[in-house]
Nanobody
Framework: VQLQAFGGGLVQAGGSLRLPCAAS????????MGWYRQAPGKQRELVAS???????VYADSIKGRFTISRDNGENTIHLQMNSLKPEDTAVYYC??????????????WGQGTQVTVSS
């Protein structure tokens, strides 16, 4: 399974970005998908995830601002990020799991995409 992420960039505080991630390869083995992020000097953290059935999990820090969605037919997920804050600045990573449940651990990782929010 290969994951390709797009859509990072520089945006002012209060602005929006949309991060797509496309899966290819043995896609029938993909269950849960999600986005992690890692800021300089900090641990990687889960931002949001979504199962094939549409069950979502969000980090408390982004609830109400970010929305994750999934197109099973296209094997893509999107992270819509609104009301961005400087503390959202990080490298964002797309991830996919073999497991289909909401607690499944991630097995595949895409390359990171930089999101920078200026104040």
């Amino acid at each position: 399974v290969q994951l390709q992420a797009f859509g990072g960039g520089l945006v002012q505080a209060g602005g929006s970005l949309r991060l797509p991630c496309a899966a290819s390869g043995s896609i029938f083995g993909i269950g849960r998908m999600g986005w992690y992020r890692q800021a300089p000097g900090k641990q990687r953290e889960l931002v949001a995830s979504i199962t094939r059935g549409g069950i979502t999990v969000y980090a408390d820090s982004i609830k109400g601002r970010f929305t994750i969605s999934r197109d099973n037919g296209e094997n893509t997920i999107h992270l819509q990020m609104n009301s961005l804050k400087p503390e959202d600045t990080a490298v964002y990573y797309c991830a996919a799991a073999k497991g289909w449940v909401v607690t499944a651990s991630f097995d595949y990782w895409g390359q990171g995409t930089q999101v920078t929010v200026s104040s």
